[in-house]
């Protein structure tokens, strides 16, 4: 299993912040675990759940591959050394034997495709987001209605399997993925950013926790991650953000969490990343409540 996202000791120093999301009870499995690591059996399997339950599955890998999302709520999904947070209109592709987890924000309304290591043949084989098409979501929502039964021999069934399939190999990709670096210093440093998004110091402060000079970590941590130190940090307050709101915080309450001493600056930042107010990622009854 990839332990990319077992968080190594705390850096001396940094500020405590509240209790990561992932603390919440986990629900029980959409499919039995046995069945996901099995090679063998129907082409796809796919499940569904409307009971507006959190959801928090720690890192594990399965033979088959997984297309999962959420009809209602938003999760942040980890995939090997990546992280997205993931709304309604994406999907996220996983394909067999890669490191997973998940944790769901708010009320939780999903559905999870399983398919056999055959079926994949053809299909990305990198974790992926996805733009979810109504077509797609149909054809889950029809194969999750056929339960335990695994008659996929029925020639609509296999229509609707091909369906899926068809899906996955065109849709367009969406969503960019924070990548953690792989270096164990600089992996400690990007978890404490994304932990503790308030911590403001600048990079020669982080430069001296991590024991690097700070020309040496600004360049290899752009050279793991593909991004600057502050660009990264931009990137994990704006997960942190939608996280906070989808559970249902207060705009107000996640500016201040997130370091902002000015509640406009923080709603012109997410605007201008995100093309909504932060208020539209709240779920409905609190919009309706603020």
């Given at each position: ?13 940094v500020?405590?912040g509240p ?10 499995p ?7 690591r ?11 759940r409307?009971?507006?339950a ?6 594990h890998?399965h ?5 999962l ?10 995939a ?5 947070v ?20 708010g009320?939780y ?12 043949a053809?299909l ?5 987001v996805?733009q ?8 889950i929502?029809r194969a999750a209605s056929?339960?335990?039964d695994d008659?996929?021999?029925?020639p609509?069934?296999r229509?609707?399997v091909?369906?899926?399939?068809d899906e996955i190999?065109s849709l367009p990709h ?5 990548v953690?670096?792989?270096d164990?210093?600089l ?6 950013l994304?932990?503790h ?10 430069a001296?926790?991590v ?8 360049r290899r941590?752009l050279?793991?991650t ?5 660009a ?11 996280e906070?709101?989808?559970?249902g915080?207060?705009?107000t309450t ?27 990622f ?9």
């Open positions: 299993m990839n332990t990319a996202f077992q968080p190594p000791a705390p850096l001396t120093g500020r405590p209790a990561p999301a992932s603390s919440c009870a986990p629900g029980a959409l499919l039995a675990p046995e069945r996901a099995a090679r063998g059996g129907p082409r796809l399997i796919a499940v569904a409307q009971d507006g959190l959801r928090h599955t720690a890192m890998e033979a088959r591959g997984q297309l999302g959420a009809w209602q709520g938003l999760l942040t999904v980890y090997a050394d990546q992280q997205w993931v709304p309604s209109q994406h999907a996220v592709w996983i394909p067999p034997g890669h490191p997973h987890g998940l944790r769901s924000h009320p309304a999903g559905y999870s495709a399983y398919l056999s290591p055959a079926a994949c053809g990305p084989q990198r974790p992926c996805l979810a098409s109504s077509l797609l979501l149909a054809a929502e056929w339960g335990e008659d996929t021999a029925d609509a069934r229509r609707i091909e369906v899926i399939r190999r969406a969503g960019v993925a924070l953690l670096p792989r164990a210093r992996q400690q440093l990007a978890l404490a994304s932990d998004p308030a911590d403001t110091r600048p990079l020669q402060a982080w001296a926790a024991g690097m000079a700070p020309r040496t970590l600004a941590f050279a793991e593909g991004l600057p130190v502050g990264w940090r931009q990137r994990a307050r704006l997960m942190r953000a939608q906070m709101l989808a559970a915080a207060a705009v996640v500016a201040l969490e997130l370091g902002y001493d000015n509640v406009s600056a923080f709603i012109a930042m997410f605007k201008r990343e995100l093309g909504a107010t932060p208020g539209r709240r779920p409905r009854a609190d919009r309706q409540a603020d």
